[in-house]
């Protein structure tokens, strides 16, 4: 990225409406499938619509292909470079580049004018999801789709959780939320939580991320001296039938955001 410049896709309007994606890598691909950086789930945009990408300097966005094409200030392009301000348009979403300038730090002993803003949010706008089968990690994202203002991203497994997640500490960005699969492959969902409070410990970040465990644990002792090393943090059992599995999300989701809001999420 551009040294000292954060950039921001807004999805301004759309199915998920609101959502913000800091750009914290060189490359970033937009598209409905769920291995995807940016997901717009709508089937008006293609499973792999688009690439916003660094170049020489600039910010690019390129189209791979996509059915609807892609438009930048209603403009149908097939590589473009981006300003500030601009709009992209993929299918239904309208998505608003936004650069910004970090200002100087005030100096010792000055108050700043600007009152600063809440350490933690009100509602959870971003959800990870990491591990399940591909019909549960479809449930889950129905689910947050319905009950919360943001957007799901699932990941594979725990090591690609990982990546990502060191990668957006660096930008000082993140999820508001990460549901984990417990018995994950390649990396469980126990060490995947220890793995994340070491990022954010070894990163200095002041507020930690929740945490929402969701699977069968093997060692309800061993768990709950992890669970407390994870707070905040939340476990509900997974159930082995679907519209089960559905109402479980939809419990563990909640005591999310009790924890979020300072509330016990025991």
């Given at each position: 990225m551009p040294q000292?410049?954060?950039?921001?896709?807004?999805?301004?309007?759309?199915?998920?409406q609101g959502i913000r994606y800091h750009l914290a890598r060189p490359e970033v691909r937009i598209g409905r499938r769920k291995d995807m950086d940016l997901i717009l789930s709508d089937t008006t945009v293609s499973a792999e619509h688009a690439r916003?990408?660094?170049?020489?300097?600039?910010l690019w966005i390129?189209?791979?292909?996509?059915?609807?094409?892609?438009?930048?200030?209603?403009?149908?392009i097939r590589r473009s470079?981006?300003?500030?301000?601009?709009?992209?348009?993929?299918?239904?979403?309208?998505?608003?580049?936004?650069?910004?300038v970090p200002g100087p730090k005030p100096e010792k002993g000055v108050t700043p004018s600007v009152e600063p803003e809440?350490?933690?949010?009100?509602?959870?706008?971003e959800v990870w999801l990491a591990g399940f089968t591909p019909a549960l990690r479809q449930v889950l994202i129905e689910v947050v789709d319905e009950t919360l203002v943001g957007h799901a991203t699932a990941f594979t497994d725990g090591e690609k959780v990982l990546t990502e997640f060191s990668a957006r500490l660096e930008s000082d960005s993140g999820p508001d939320l990460i549901i984990l699969d417990i018995r994950m492959p390649l990396i469980s969902g126990v060490n995947t939580a220890i793995s994340?409070?070491?990022?954010?410990?070894?990163?200095?970040?002041?507020?930690?991320?929740?945490?929402?465990?969701?699977?069968?644990v093997p060692n309800p002792v061993s768990f709950e001296k992890?669970?407390?090393?994870?707070?905040?943090?939340?476990?509900?059992?997974?159930?082995?039938?679907?519209?089960?599995?559905?109402?479980?999300?939809?419990?563990?989701?909640?005591?999310?955001?009790?924890?979020?809001?300072?509330?016990?999420?025991?």
């Open positions: 000292g410049v954060e950039i921001t896709l807004v999805v301004r309007k759309g199915p998920q916003v990408f660094f170049q020489e300097g600039g390129e189209d791979l292909k996509s059915m609807n094409g892609t438009l930048v200030n209603d403009r149908r470079l981006l300003q500030a301000n601009d709009r992209i348009t993929l299918g239904k979403y309208e998505l608003e580049v936004q650069m910004e809440p350490s933690v949010k009100p509602e959870i706008e994340i409070r070491a990022f954010e410990q070894g990163f200095a970040r002041p507020e930690k991320i929740p945490i929402a465990f969701f699977g069968q992890v669970l407390q090393f994870c707070q905040p943090a939340s476990y509900l059992p997974t159930a082995s039938r679907a519209k089960e599995f559905r109402m479980q999300a939809v419990k563990l989701i909640a005591k999310a955001k009790k924890g979020l809001s300072g509330r016990p999420s025991d």
